[in-house]
């Protein structure tokens, strides 16, 4: 592993998880994988995202309100050991504006990720968590084309929602196509 190499965590959210609003089928899965990854002692810096929405948001429009700020759909998991977590990155806080990657919210206004990164001279980014063709994917995918970072996703410690039947599929090679490494196996 490179010596400047950070790890995102995405999405992590309750409501992400079985039983929540969005609860992604096997996300509590990859959280030992997660857990396991965060405390190696691999990552200059180990980052997560939090899905963190106001009340009327607009991507409630398109899904189930979830991750509403302040409430226990939006709280980072339980089972995330967060003493390995340096960082979070709130996204989706802006009522009027989506923000599926952990870089930049839909019309291009940075979450601070991009930022804090540069900041501790990282190079390269490991991605892992949920959803893999939704929030994974446009990080995976922002973080090469937008922070100009070399970026990998882990696939054993995603989860994807597979609304369609072939949209994690497409996903993985819509990323491939952006430059993204896909580490397909056991970590």
């Known amino acids: 592993m490179e ?7 995405v999405d992590l959210n309750n ?5 929540g609003a969005l609860g ?4 509590d899965v990859i959280l030992p994988v997660i857990n396991k990854l965060a405390g190696g ?5 180990v980052v997560a995202t939090q899905d963190w929405h ?8 398109t899904w189930p309100a979830h991750c509403v700020a302040g409430t226990f759909g939006a709280e980072l998991h339980a089972d995330l050991n967060q003493a ?3 960082a979070v990155i709130r996204k989706g806080f802006d009522q009027d504006v989506d923000s599926y990657s952990g ?4 019309r291009g206004a940075t979450n601070g990720l991009a930022e804090l990164l540069k900041a501790r001279g990282i190079e390269c980014v490991d991605i892992v968590g949920i959803a893999t063709d939704y929030c994974v994917k446009a990080t995976a995918i922002d973080a090469v084309l937008r922070a100009g970072l070399k970026a990998r996703v882990l696939l054993e410690a995603c989860r994807g929602v597979g609304v369609h039947p072939g949209d994690i599929d497409q996903a993985i090679e819509a990323m491939r196509t952006a430059g993204v490494e896909i580490v397909d196996g056991t970590l």
């Open 3 to 9: 010596a400047k190499t950070a790890l995102i965590i």
């Open 84 to 86: 390995n977590v340096h």
């Open 54 to 61: 106001l009340g009327d948001h607009v991507s409630f429009e």
């Open 15 to 19: 409501d992400f998880l079985p039983g």
């Open 103 to 106: 870089f930049y919210d839909e």
């Open 24 to 27: 992604v089928a096997g996300g």
């Open 41 to 45: 002692g691999d990552y200059a810096i």
